[in-house]
């Protein structure tokens, strides 16, 4: 990712474009898009498979889906139930990349969403991140979100931080030296804690650059998503102004109800792009949200951004 300063910020004239809603009650909602410059890269952006193309049972299956609505990249998320193999031939039928997976989050029966700040299962958090790697090799995917994981039930956030955090800490390290011998990035995301999950460790992006900065290691960055960091901090130009140099992935979605972001919400979208493109953002944008209706039907947002740069679709 380009961690250079940022360029000056450019005004330049809008143009307006309407989308019509997918809800059929017969309404349109107006969404802006500037006009594209010339210099400005265009953003590239991946479809999560966890969220979208949920029209599709398998894995394999989204994965051509994806490809067939235009996208060139994709987010795995859990791909562990089906065969490394498998997803990677999928793949290179459909000539899509695949940009992201997450370690496995341990025992989600017992409420696991990650291990690594949980003190006592380090030996766990090695296992899931050596089964990450394996599959990130095979599907040659760069990037691995590793998971932080929850408070234990009942706990004080206060009175199990700082413990946390050294567990944190030393797995990222033991992480960070495996990862860089197997050139693969470890991305550190943090999770709203006001309305997606209560009990998650990692919850802001402040957090995480100050663990990032502990731990010292360059093959490792922040995965900043932005409805996360709406809900938690806002802020958003400055946020993404101050951990431009750490970023190693970004994900999208509208607020609060974590939709397409030309649906209705606190978050616009036009000038969010607008802004990355003019720091010259050259990572992937993950599409982590849950379409209203129909996958494809919810992409005009897409379809359009792709046409504002003169692209036919996101592998152009």
């Not at 790697?133 to 990037?143: D, F, G, N, S, V």
């Not at 607020?255 to 493109?277: C, I, K, M, N, T």
Request: aromatic share 8%; glycine share 8%.
């Amino acid at each position: 990712v380009a961690a250079g300063s940022m360029a000056p910020s450019t005004q330049i004239p809008e143009q307006r474009l309407h989308l019509e809603s997918p809800t059929g009650l017969g309404c349109c909602r107006a969404f802006s898009w500037p006009v594209a410059a010339g210099s400005m890269a265009p953003l590239r952006f991946a479809a999560n498979l966890a969220w979208m193309f949920q029209e599709q049972p398998t894995l394999p299956q989204r994965i051509e889906a994806a490809a067939r609505a235009g996208f060139g990249a994709a987010e795995l998320g859990f791909p562990y139930a089906c065969s490394a193999p498998e997803l990677r031939a999928a793949a290179e039928r459909a000539g899509l990349e695949l940009v992201l997976l997450n370690t496995p989050p341990g025992n989600q029966e017992k409420g696991d969403r990650g291990l690594g700040a949980v003190p006592g299962r380090q030996r766990e958090f090695r296992e899931a991140l050596a089964l990450a790697i394996q599959y990130a090799k095979t599907l040659q995917c760069p990037r691995i979100h590793l998971l932080a994981g929850r408070l234990p039930v009942g706990a004080e956030r206060e009175a199990v931080s700082a413990e946390m955090e050294v567990t944190f800490i030393e797995n990222l390290r033991y992480a960070a030296d495996i990862l860089a011998q197997q050139n693969l990035i470890g991305l550190l995301e943090p999770i709203n804690s006001r309305i997606t999950d209560p009990r998650y460790f990692l919850t802001t992006p402040h957090q995480a650059a100050a663990i990032l900065k502990k731990v010292g290691s360059p093959n490792l960055k922040l995965q900043l998503d932005i409805f996360h960091c709406q809900i938690m901090d806002g802020n958003l130009t400055q946020n993404l102004e101050t951990y431009f140099p750490i970023l190693g992935h970004i994900q999208i979605a509208q607020v609060p109800a974590r939709h397409e972001p030309d649906s209705p919400g606190e978050l616009d979208f036009p000038y969010l792009f607008q802004l990355l493109e003019s720091m010259g953002y050259s990572g992937y944008i993950g599409c982590e949200y849950a379409p209203r209706g129909d996958t494809v039907k919810g992409l005009d947002w897409l379809r359009l951004y792709w046409e504002r740069h003169g692209l036919r679709d996101g592998r152009s």
